[in-house]
C-alpha cells in the first residue's frame, strides 16, 4: 500500500498557478509531519513547505514563501501545496514528503516516507 500518492502539477506559465495533491494513508496522516520537497535537473532534492502534525504549523522555503500555500484537508486526507505567481525557476519534480516534524524536514531534510513524484514544469 502506497502512503503517499501525489496528484496534480503539469505545465503552467510563468505569473500562473498549479496546485498539488498529496493522498496521505489514514493510517499514516495523524501521526507525522507532511510536506513537499522538489528537485530540479541538476541539482539536489530541496525542502519546499511542510505542515506540523495535525496542520498546525506550516514551513516554508524563504524561495516560496508568500507564493505557495501548504494545507490539510481532513475529510480527504490530504496534503495540498498551492502554487501561486509561477516562475521559471519553479520547475522541477514535486514530492510529497512525511517525517517526524516539520521543522526537522525544514532544517535537516529528514523524511521518512516519499511520494513518487510529479512533474512541475514552468515556461517563462
Known amino acids: 500500500q502506497e502512503q503517499l500518492v501525489e496528484s496534480g502539477g503539469g505545465i503552467a506559465q510563468a505569473g500562473g498557478s498549479l496546485r498539488l495533491s498529496c493522498a496521505v494513508s489514514k493510517s499514516l496522516i495523524d501521526y507525522v509531519a507532511v510536506g513537499w520537497f522538489r528537485q530540479a535537473p541538476g541539482k539536489e532534492r530541496e525542502f519546499v513547505a511542510a505542515?506540523?502534525?495535525?496542520?498546525?504549523?506550516?514551513y516554508y522555503a524563504d524561495s516560496v514563501k508568500g507564493r505557495f500555500t501548504i494545507s490539510r484537508d481532513d475529510a480527504e486526507t490530504t496534503v495540498n501545496l498551492q502554487m501561486n505567481s509561477l516562475k521559471a525557476e519553479d520547475t522541477a519534480v514535486y514530492y510529497c514528503?512525511?517525517?517526524?516534524?516539520?521543522?526537522?524536514?525544514?532544517?535537516?531534510?529528514?523524511?521518512?516516507?516519499w511520494g513518487q513524484g510529479t512533474q512541475v514544469t514552468v515556461s517563462a
Open positions: 505542515l506540523s502534525q495535525f496542520g498546525h504549523v506550516t
Open positions: 514528503a512525511a517525517g517526524p516534524g516539520g521543522a526537522r524536514m525544514q532544517r535537516n531534510n529528514k523524511v521518512d516516507y
